[in-house]
Structure formats: structure tokens, C-alpha cells
């Protein structure tokens, strides 16, 4: 439960956070948005109201959606233990992701250095994809992998995801599902068995401590060395990398918001473009790349995260609440449905729920369902093993 819980804590702390961000800071500094409010021909104050909208909605769908998950948990309990993998799924595993980082070696190696970050969305969307794909599915396996020397293997595998994926988020969410969460929830057995003044707990708080510092450092050094349009001056790098973190944690909102103003746009991609279009089986938008392009001059190239809002705006004619409500609960119960079979997704769908409320429920269901349908797999095929 702890993913999954953490992902809805997640949703409302970004939330929560972009609200502060809209309120204290001066949003005329961050270009995006004032693109947004441009288009949308609305001054600063009226945009920022819009924006301040869609993220109180946000804290309040997170705080519902926690209280259903409190209480199905109490009210459907663990019936069996949990599938462990570890050698067979890792011998099945482990050479899908070793021919992945083949291919986006090939890939880089034939293309002249150096390779821009836009370049590698132009010359590998299908390996970016394809990781995206394979992440959150290492993570999973780790944390139910039967020791700790297995759970060090899976989550081997995501090295060559972090050095060559071109977004922050991936090695945000490797830090916390694979490394802070697993370690956050081993302090607590330990503490419970000896006490917390064990050399055992102090070693493993060190080791969450110290990552979260790691991707701290990491995230700000990304960031300093995005290129932005934003107007920085000569400011100091700390405030550099404040200024664009600002823009980036508050500008969902303003494109949640960008997404109600054209619900009603004919152009807007169909559900069945959207799932066809993640699969690779249709050369469409979704409709986070349609948004993009409709304030970039009609450039595909990126995406917005109009969040479970934008979602809600485009895709559902109820009240936006309900859907934001709706969608993460959906993912609950396929969480709950799975457990009760001794399949511990938990991982993969607090992970789900998290990247799902930045770009939707539908942007992330195919991946979600290949990598549901894989993980069962894997640990038919351990439980093959360990039968007599």
C-alpha cells in the first residue's frame, strides 16, 4: 500500500506546491505560461485564478481518493503471499532490456555528436518508448524479487534507463519507488523486530537519506543545463535553477486550463487515436501533444501535462472532480484485484497513478496493461521454477 499511498501523496504535495508557486511568485518571468495566458488572450491575474482552480481541485481528488484507498484496504486484506521473482525472471527479463541498450547504443554511435536532448525524441521515439516501457517494470520486479540480492539485480537493470532517458522524472521516480520507499519500508520491519537505534536501521535510513540528496543534486544540474527562454539576467545559480523548477512545477496547471478552453475543439484526437498512437500502430496526437502544438505553431514535437483536469476537460462531460476522482480509483482497484490473486503491483501502479496524473488515465493504460500482463508472466514462470 505504501506505493500507492505515496503516489496520492505525491499528486497533492505538486499540486500544492505549483499553487504556491502561482501565488508567490511573478509568473510574467516565466515565458511558457505567459504563452498560455497569451493565447488564451487573458491577463496574469484572470489566467493564474484559472490555474489556482484546477490545482485546488487537484489537493482535494488526491485527499478523496486516499481516504477510498484507507478504507479498501482495511476492507479487502491480503489473502495469500505475495509471487517473489528472482532467477527465472530475471534470465527472461534481464536480455529485453540488455537489447534495448544495444539498440540506443547503435543508435547514438551512428548519429553525430553531440546528441541534443530534442534530437533524441526526433531519432528514438521508439527506445524512448520502449524504456518508459521497461522502468517501472524493473522497479516492480525488484521490490518483490525474493532477496536482496535479486532486488539488486532488478534494479541494476534501470541503470542504462537513467543514463540515457532525456527526462528528470525517471530518475525522480527510481529514487523513490526503487530505492526510498523499499528502504523507508525495510526501517520500519527493522524497527519493529529491534529497535531504532539499530546499526542495521542507521545503515539503511543513510542509504535513503543519501538518495534523495543524490537526485536532489541531480535534478538541479539537469535543470541549470536545460536551455530555456526564460529571462534570467545574471542571477546566481541557485536562483537559476529556482526560477525554471518555478516555471516547470507551475505550468501543468496553467495547461490543465489551456485544456478547458478547447474542449470543444473538433480537432482534438479521439480516444482510440490516443491508445493506437502509444501502441505505435497509428502516427496521431495525444491529446498532451496536441495542446503542445497548439500553442507551439502546431509543432509535435513535446507534449503538455494537463493533468487528471485536462483529462477530465477534454475527454468527459462531468464535473472535473468526479474524473479526477474517477481515474486514480480505477488504478486502485486493478491494485486491488491483483493482490488479492498474490500479484504485489503495487509498485507499478502507484507509479501509474503518478505519471497518469500528469498526462491522464489513457496516455498511460497500454503501458500499463503490457506491463501488468508481463509481471504476471514473470512470476507464473518463477512459480514454475520453485514447483516441484
Not at 112 to 127: G, H, N, Q
Not at 214 to 239: C, D, K
Request: contains cysteine.
Amino acid at each position: 500500500m505504501i506505493y500507492v499511498a505515496t503516489a496520492l501523496g505525491l499528486i497533492f504535495l505538486s499540486n500544492a506546491i505549483a499553487i504556491a508557486v502561482v501565488e508567490i511568485a511573478d509568473i510574467r518571468q516565466y515565458v511558457d505560461i505567459m504563452a498560455i495566458c497569451t493565447w488564451l488572450g487573458e491577463r496574469p491575474n484572470a489566467c493564474s485564478s484559472h490555474a489556482v482552480y484546477s490545482g485546488l481541485l487537484g489537493c482535494g481528488a488526491a485527499l478523496v481518493v486516499s481516504g477510498l484507498l484507507w478504507a479498501a484496504n482495511r476492507r479487502f486484506l491480503i489473502s495469500q503471499q505475495p509471487h517473489r521473482v528472482s532467477g527465472r525472471a530475471f534470465g527472461a527479463f534481464g536480455p529485453v532490456v540488455l537489447l534495448t541498450a544495444i539498440c540506443a547504443v547503435i543508435m547514438e554511435t551512428s548519429t553525430s555528436l553531440p546528441l541534443y536532448r530534442d534530437e533524441v525524441f526526433l531519432k528514438s521515439p521508439a527506445i524512448i518508448s520502449l524504456w518508459n516501457l521497461l522502468w517501472p517494470l524493473c522497479l516492480q520486479l525488484a521490490n518483490t524479487a525474493s532477496s536482496w540480492r535479486w532486488r539488486g539485480h532488478f534494479l541494476g537493470l534501470v541503470a542504462p534507463v537513467i543514463a540515457y532517458s532525456p527526462f528528470r522524472g525517471v530518475m525522480f521516480a527510481v529514487a523513490i519507488f526503487g530505492v526510498f520507499l523499499p528502504m523507508t519500508e525495510h526501517i520500519a520491519t527493522r524497527v519493529k523486530a529491534s529497535s531504532v537505534r539499530s546499526r542495521e536501521v542507521a545503515l539503511y535510513f543513510a542509504i535513503a537519506t543519501t538518495t534523495i540528496a543524490i537526485t536532489g543534486l541531480y535534478i538541479g544540474i539537469a535543470t541549470q543545463e536545460r536551455a530555456t527562454n526564460m529571462q534570467l539576467g545574471s542571477e546566481g545559480t541557485f536562483v537559476q535553477i529556482a526560477s525554471k523548477l518555478g516555471q516547470r512545477i507551475a505550468i501543468p496547471l496553467y495547461q490543465a486550463g489551456l485544456a478547458q478552453a478547447v474542449r470543444l475543439d473538433p480537432n482534438i484526437p479521439t480516444v482510440t487515436d490516443e491508445v493506437l498512437a502509444k501502441l505505435r500502430l497509428r502516427k496521431a496526437l495525444s491529446i498532451n501533444g496536441y495542446l503542445y502544438a497548439t500553442t507551439h505553431h502546431g509543432t509535435a514535437l513535446g507534449e503538455t501535462t494537463s493533468l487528471y483536469y485536462g483529462e477530465a476537460a477534454l475527454r468527459t462531460d462531468a464535473p472535473h472532480i468526479v474524473w479526477m476522482v474517477v481515474a486514480p480509483w480505477l488504478l486502485i482497484v486493478v491494485w486491488l484485484v491483483l493482490r488479492k490473486f498474490g500479484y504485489e503491483a503495487g509498485t507499478l501502479i502507484g507509479i501509474a497513478i503518478w505519471r497518469g496524473s500528469l498526462g491522464g488515465l489513457i496516455n498511460i493504460a497500454p503501458a500499463l496493461a503490457i506491463q501488468v500482463v508481463a509481471y504476471v508472466a514473470l512470476c507464473a514462470l518463477q512459480k514454475k521454477e520453485a514447483s516441484p
